[in-house]
């Protein structure tokens, strides 16, 4: 369910790899809150990162601040204009998994 509020909005400008972006108007990335992604250079990597480019690249985002990480990161939970849950759909691609210690099991696959 999409919030009513949000504490950041924006577009996306660079897809950094499967869980983190920028977006224009915020000086630090964006690690999407809830997800996790293989690192580029792993198994798997390559591919959640062009899922994340292909669902976010160019389009405007919603985000609700849910903690900042320990690199300086907004750990954002964000959604796309149409609803969807930027996690939830990266999740269901397959190309990446819930970060189950960290979610609480928000997204039910824990």
Do not use: H, K
Request: net charge positive; aromatic share 10%.
């Amino acid at each position: 369910m999409t919030p009513s509020r949000f504490d950041f909005a924006g577009q996306v400008t660079r897809v950094v790899d499967g869980d983190t972006f920028w977006i224009s108007g915020e000086r630090t990335r964006i690690r999407v809150w809830g997800l996790d992604a293989p690192e580029i250079g792993r198994t798997g990597g390559s591919a959640a990162t062009a899922q994340l480019a292909g669902l976010v690249s160019g389009r405007s985002v919603q985000c609700r601040m849910r903690d900042v990480d320990r690199y300086g990161r907004i750990v954002g939970q964000c959604w796309l204009p149409d609803g969807r849950d930027i996690a939830a759909a990266m999740i269901a691609s397959g190309t990446a998994r819930e970060y189950c210690r960290f979610s609480g099991n928000y997204y039910g696959t824990c």
